[in-house]
């Protein structure tokens, strides 16, 4: 079986699913921190909520900047578009392409801050299709840098995931920021409130 999707299926599904018909908020397990939004028309809900489970999962060990369990949350031929460029030999490139690059992104990252990371995640919404999901919503980080600095920003994320022996493993990661065009300049203070 081929194991991989491509970004033009992930984006059919994504917008077959977001079209179809209304969304209902579920009710939220006692052992997740945030709201969980399955739309009427998911295949299998507790699929969605087992995928909503592995985005806790990814969003408690982020916050305790453990690289090879961030690892462990996708597939080794993962492919992203992360907030940061991907740094290659030839220069910085728009995607992170394969396992390698994306661990020493994690590396990087963590590198960057002290150990108070806290991630508060908002609107998740889980459209779900047999071994195939796809997951949208707000990401709230905060944190120290090692330089002092404080952050406190949202992004915006979209996950493609598919179930492999079992497991729901991200196969395409999009984090980004809306910019101002005018200026140039990258909008990390507006907030969904």
Known sequence: MNRNITAAAAAGLFMAT???GPVQAQTVPEDLPFEVIIPDYAEDPEAAL?????RNAWRETFERQDVEGMMSFYVPEIYSYDLMAAPEADGLKLAFDGEDIWRRNW??????????LEVTIENLTVYQSGDIATVRGLTRLQGTMTSGQYVDMWSRETNVLRRIDGAWLVV???????????TGQALTTLSPD
């Open 172 to 182: 395409h990661d999009h984090v980004s920021v809306p910019m101002d065009f005018a």
């Open 50 to 54: 087992a995928v909503a489970a592995r």
């Open 107 to 116: 590396v990087a990252f963590f590198d960057m801050f002290e150990d108070d």
């Open 18 to 20: 977001a079209l179809a």
